[in-house]
């Protein structure tokens, strides 16, 4: 295990489901990732947390709405998700923003599918 | 804008022969490179980094990788394949005037055959 754990590990929610990924990492780390991984694309990276502050957003629909309640914990909230949205879904976490000494710690993500 | 290039969805490889998985980048400042490792039904993993220094970066699984500045490349290799190196590789670029955000290539398959 990498020290990043992601819960649930497979999720299958209809369009007009609400529900929530969970990331946790007890590595010390002050900064945690959001990335999407769909087939033949490269990952997108959704959201960065440092010091449980949203400091980029890249352009993500508000259907996904990220919680940082504490530097260990990272939260993802889904919301009348469409099917195009079924994807692999990564977390990671890193010691700082811009701390190149890292690099960087992912979960086992969790697999995504919208009906 | 700052991307990665994978040119190669998948490479074959027959068990006991060289691998090389291609990598080339775009970034306006210094590149920080790495290579990522996925196996099915895991999460990302670390393989190797180039910051600074050689040019010849060697990692976990001997695996090496050569950062090639005038060709903007950085290729993953390794000498003699190996069944259990058959997964899926990353390359990835954090520029260093971004806030540490990692740019992926859209990955490479590789399949090495016994």
Redesign the interface.
């Known amino acids: 295990e990498t020290g990043v754990t992601q819960t649930p590990r497979h999720l299958v929610m209809g369009m007009t489901n609400k529900k929530s990924l969970k990331c946790e990492q007890h590595l010390g780390h002050n900064a945690m990732y959001w990335y999407k991984q769909s087939a033949k694309k490269p990952l997108e990276l959704m959201f960065v947390y440092s010091l449980e502050e949203r400091v980029e957003n890249n352009s993500v629909p508000s259907r996904f709405s990220p919680e940082c309640p504490n530097s260990s914990h990272l939260f993802l909230h889904l919301h009348t998700l469409q099917p195009e949205d079924s994807a692999l879904y990564l977390c990671a976490s890193s010691q700082d923003l811009s701390s190149f000494r890292d690099d960087g710690f992912f979960g086992q993500g969790t697999r995504l599918t919208v009906v | 804008a700052q991307s ?1 290039a994978q040119p190669e ?1 998948q490479v074959n490889v027959a068990e006991g022969n060289p691998l090389t998985v291609k990598c080339t980048y775009s970034v306006s400042g210094n590149p ?1 490179l ?1 290579w ?1 490792v996925q196996y099915p ?6 393989l190797l ?1 180039y ?1 600074t220094g050689d040019n010849l970066v060697k990692g976990s699984y001997g695996f090496e990788a050569e950062f090639n500045k005038s060709q903007t490349s950085f290729h993953l290799k390794k000498p003699s394949a190996l069944v259990s190196d058959s997964a899926l590789y ?1 390359c ?1 670029v ?1 520029d ?1 005037g971004s ?9 490479t398959k590789l399949s090495v055959k016994p």
């Open positions: 990665v969805d920080y790495f990522y039904n895991r999460g990302l993993q670390f980094k910051i990353f990835a954090r260093e806030q540490g955000n990692l740019i992926f290539g859209k990955g």
